[in-house]
């Protein structure tokens, strides 16, 4: 029987006094491909964060790690980072932190090979872009110019470009559509690598990993060896773990669909009420491509709108054009029925990347209570602490202690904390840029009652995800961009 490809005894990880990681021990073997699934929040990114010596210095960490019959001790940082694109390839989960800005992409995808002094392969790097579903041209570009599905990629490519024994990654596939996600798994696997994975697609993971781990509150709770015919034994034939179930309290009234939030209830709108939002004909053309052209569309007050399409289609620069930051290549965007720049306040966004609109100094409650200061008059002190307290419970948050800043939040837990702050903003247009992409369905279910409870309160919402399935469900109309074809449905 060959060595584990990499076996962890014992880890521990704690801040303060409080402990996230609790004796968790495990092994991999080569060419094995093994998933960390679980609730946002349970700890599975400070697992890989952890083997790989990336905690912050305010992080206590215990354990051993044993890889390629060396034995390194989880608490020595600079031995576990020394090992980076040497012996072990790494896919961040946020795939613009992962590029430098001022580099174009083709750089770091190169990164692989400079690293370790080697001339880059042009040929490699052209047979990943076809694997990908990559433009090689594209290459060219500074990271700002690319969707996050497509930066994903190339975060992958650079990571599988050397074929290294070992491979760990975060989320690889949230910013993916299904077809692409899967594309991209088969490439993480590639050349009989070991590949550690975290994700929320439990679908994907029942259908690529080969064992599966659960975790719950920084231990494992369920396991399963040959993880597609055992699921049924650990999730009651559902394939959800029962650790990462929605639960039927977080839906709402008008009833679930899987788990899931029905679209908002109809308002009752009079007759002079304007349109939130009304497009004309745009089109819209970035780094020489069309991303969509001839797209038109009214959103009124209390209406949700999908967005759905593949990676790389338009759907996040459409966001970028409805709020003002990026103007049409033709067409015309008019609010409340005038073609003007939206006013402040009125347009919130929802970022793919919620840490970024946070400031990182700040502790929750006053991320979340920003939108209280602001209104004229400002709310005062007195009733911002228990609306702040309200909305975060609502969202499941309510163990977030009051002194946590943004580095403290996993990424799902990040997107809620951008939840409530827009609960409490009432903006008239919300943007919301893959809002559940780091969200197991639990927190899902919550977070997309957010959305609703928004709607209801007479917000217009523009909902992009590559989760049709939830989309149909839950928006009222769903604007589908595909190779610059605009279908609506």
Not at 47 to 60: D, F, H, I
Not at 133 to 155: C, F, I, K, T, V
Not at 361 to 375: C, D, G, H, Q, S
Not at 450 to 460: K, N
């Amino acid at each position: 029987m060959s060595a584990p490809a990499l076996s962890v005894e014992g880890l521990r990880v704690a801040y303060g006094g409080r402990e996230v990681l609790r004796g968790l021990s495990f092994a991999l073997s080569p060419g094995e491909t093994l998933a960390l699934v679980g609730l946002s929040g349970c700890g599975k990114t400070t697992v890989l964060r952890a083997l790989l010596g990336l905690l912050p210095r305010s992080a206590r960490v215990e354990g051993r790690l044993v890889e390629g019959g060396r034995v390194l001790d989880l608490a020595d940082r600079a031995a576990l980072r020394a090992r980076l694109g040497r012996s072990v390839g790494f896919v961040a989960q946020n795939p613009f932190d992962a590029c430098a800005p001022l580099r174009r992409v083709r750089a770091h995808v190169e990164e692989a090979w400079r690293a370790r002094r080697l001339p880059p392969d042009p040929d490699r790097i052209a047979g990943l872009c076809r694997l990908l579903n990559l433009d090689p041209r594209m290459l060219a570009l500074y990271p700002h110019e690319w969707s996050g599905g497509m930066l994903q990629r190339a975060n992958i490519a650079a990571a599988v470009a050397l074929e290294l024994p070992l491979l760990v990654a975060d989320e690889p596939t949230s910013a993916l559509d299904a077809d692409t996600a899967r594309a991209a798994m088969e490439c993480l696997k590639g050349a009989g690598r070991a590949v550690l994975v975290v994700s929320h697609d439990l679908e994907l993971m029942a259908d690529v990993a080969d064992r599966v781990l659960v975790m719950d509150a920084g231990r494992v709770a369920e396991s399963a060896n040959g993880l597609l015919p055992a699921m049924p034994d650990i999730t009651g034939g559902a394939r959800t773990p029962r650790h990462c179930a929605a639960p039927q309290a977080a839906t709402q009234s008008s009833g679930p669909t899987d788990g899931l939030p029905r679209r908002p209830r109809h308002l009752a709108m009079a007759d002079t009420i304007l349109p939130v939002v009304e497009a004309r004909a745009l089109s819209l053309r970035r780094g020489g491509r069309l991303l969509f052209d001839n797209l038109s569309f009214t959103l009124s007050p209390g209406r949700i709108l999908g967005i759905a399409g593949p990676s790389g289609s338009g759907k996040s620069s459409l966001l970028a054009v409805l709020a003002g930051g990026l103007g049409p290549s033709s067409g015309l965007i008019l609010r409340e029925g005038a073609a003007r720049a939206p006013r402040p306040g009125e347009v919130l966004p929802l970022y793919q990347d919620a840490l970024s609109s946070m400031n990182p100094r700040w502790p929750v409650p006053r991320i979340v209570a920003e939108p209280l200061t602001v209104r004229r008059p400002p709310v005062p002190r007195a009733a911002q602490v228990p609306a702040v307290r309200e909305v975060l419970d609502g969202l499941g948050l309510g163990h977030v202690a009051p002194s946590a800043r943004p580095h403290m939040l996993s990424s799902g837990q990040a997107q809620r904390v951008a939840m409530a702050r827009a609960l409490l903003a009432r903006p008239a247009l919300v943007l919301a840029d893959e809002p559940t992409s780091a969200l197991d369905p639990r927190q899902k279910a919550l977070a997309l009652a957010g959305l609703g409870q928004l709607a209801e309160a007479g917000a217009a919402v523009v909902l992009v995800s590559h989760d049709r399935a939830m989309l149909d469900a839950f928006c009222h109309d769903i604007i589908t961009l595909t190779d610059t074809t605009c279908i609506s449905s």
